[in-house]
């Protein structure tokens, strides 16, 4: 797989927004304590090596978004995850969500295209354990006939827009916020802050764990430090499903 970015025309911009008000389904929170849920992208495996034990550690664990096609290649985030770390996660309660399998931009892709290829990612997560029941857009790259068509086949649909999860918020386009960059372990102290003001959900979200993380990924230190801030501030920590259970 190789580097890729949203659609960063005016174009692109302005339809993801509109995304927002379309083919919406609420979900309903009866939240005690703001939640924070730490969730995966792609999955290379050094968060699977190296990430998934700070959590452990600390009591929690998280939401893991995964492309069967990526397993065991090479990549610009270091080698991908393979079906025996997935059924590590699987063996120490993590959640296992989906994310297509080959990592597909699923505005651009056509309904048959589309189908066929969360089909088959489903199958090879379910085969190993996961549930596979929720997902996150490749590249948070989402229309409306994305949403329309995942919608039916998934708890939630997560994107990669900014924002917290209030009650009645679209559970079709989950906000997230990057734990990503050298200012991502600041810019996500902030929105736990947020979270805790508002009692709402905050999702982060990540790619690989590393001590020398690609510019999508964060340290195993800033992974850690996140998880106790989240609990010292009196979060509760959550996979994604445990959440819209």
């Known amino acids: 797989m190789q580097p890729y970015a949203a659609d ?10 509109y995304a927002r008000l379309t083919h919406r389904r609420p979900a309903r929170l009866m939240l005690d304590r703001p939640v924070v849920s730490f969730t995966f992208d792609d999955v290379p495996a050094s968060a699977v090596h190296e990430g998934a034990p700070v959590l452990e550690t600390e009591g929690v664990r998280g939401t893991w978004y995964l492309c069967a096609g990526l397993f065991g290649r ?24 989906c994310h297509t399998r080959d990592h597909i931009d699923c505005h651009r892709a056509d309904d048959e295209r589309l189908s066929a290829d969360v089909t088959a990612n489903a199958a090879t997560l379910r085969e190993l354990g996961g549930t596979a029941a929720h997902f996150a857009f490749p590249y948070g790259e989402v229309g409306p006939r994305a949403k329309q068509r995942l919608g039916p086949r998934y708890g939630s649909l997560r994107g990669v827009h900014a924002g917290l999860v209030h009650d009645g918020g679209d559970r079709n386009q989950l906000p997230a916020v990057g734990i990503e960059g050298d200012d991502g372990e600041t810019r996500a102290r ?36 996140l998880a ?18």
Not at 12 to 17: A, S
Not at 197 to 216: G, N
């Open 8 to 17: 960063p025309s005016l174009k692109g911009k302005l339809r993801r927004r």
């Open 74 to 97: 090479d990549g610009h985030m270091g080698r991908f995850a393979d079906a025996d770390d997935v059924r590590r996660l699987v063996s120490t309660g993590h959640e296992i969500a």
């Open 190 to 225: 902030a929105w736990i802050d947020r979270a805790v003001a508002e009692k709402a959900w905050l999702i982060l979200f990540t790619h690989d764990v590393r001590a020398t993380p690609s510019p999508w990924g964060c340290t195993p230190e800033a992974l850690r430090n």
């Open 228 to 245: 106790r801030y989240a609990k010292a501030r009196g979060c509760d920590i959550r996979t994604v499903g445990e959440v819209l259970a």
